[in-house]
């Protein structure tokens, strides 16, 4: 069982680029999630999924959107990229909303 | 809406130490708790978490948190840490439909 994969593992972009970080689990957990961790401010929570099907917003959703089309895909896509959005990005599921997250191993992601 | 508040930033201990890593929440319900650890180059794992029952949770590599609720607190404990223990800490809450990550400990261990 893998988990949780995410792709790519980094990659730098240049800024106005679209980019979609994929993230894909294979535990049949109903809730998906995308945090950013910066340093100094924690992780903080970019959009989730309850369910296949539905998706909602975090605390810093401007600029990325998701989908959740099946229980296993949760790609985070970058419309535009800009320079404020350098991070690492951590893709996490959890069988429920109140249940123990499992994280994947993070997107190093920088804009230029 | 829920907020988790993580005291310390950044502590340094040597090995035996003893460690207490405070996490303070605002939120009126019942709420769900969690400690979360993250060694250096690695993701995210679980530590410990609280639900009900017992306010006094043990979890992985001898660690534990006790939830009180009348100061809105679930404070990460160890009575002897190691060198191994060095990462960053995150504490978690979850009130309404998501959790909120406290902006987390970096916990440096001196060999």
């Known amino acids: 069982i893998a988990g949780i994969t995410q792709a790519p593992t980094s990659q730098i972009l240049a800024a106005g680029r679209r980019m979609t970080l994929r993230c894909t689990q294979d535990?049949?957990?109903?809730?998906m999630y995308w945090y950013r961790q910066d340093l100094g401010l924690g992780l903080r929570l970019i959009h989730y999924?309850?369910?296949?099907?539905?998706?909602g917003k975090g605390e810093v959703p401007d600029g990325y959107s998701v989908s959740r089309a099946n229980t296993d895909d949760f790609p985070l896509t970058l419309a535009s990229a800009v320079p404020s959005q350098t991070s690492v990005y951590f893709c996490?599921?959890?069988?429920?909303?109140?249940?123990?997250?499992?994280f994947g191993p993070g997107t190093r992601l920088t804009v230029l | 809406a829920q907020s988790v508040s993580q005291h310390n930033h950044h502590v340094i201990l040597s090995e035996a130490a003893s460690l207490e890593l405070g996490c303070n929440y605002s939120y009126g319900g019942t709420v769900n708790l969690f400690w979360y650890v993250q060694y250096p180059g690695q993701h995210l794992q679980l530590l410990l978490k609280?639900?009900?029952?017992?306010?006094l949770v043990k979890g992985i590599k001898g660690f534990e948190a006790e939830f009180i609720k009348s100061k809105f607190s679930f404070n990460l404990r160890k009575p002897s840490v190691q060198w191994s223990d060095t990462a960053e800490y995150f504490c978690a809450v979850k009130g309404d439909d998501k959790i909120i990550f406290g902006k987390g400990t970096r916990l440096h261990i001196l060999p």
């Open positions: 996490a599921s959890s069988e429920t909303t109140i249940d123990t997250q499992y």
């Open positions: 535990m049949r957990h109903n809730a």
């Open positions: 609280y639900f009900s029952g017992d306010p």
């Open positions: 999924s309850n369910t296949a099907g539905t998706t």
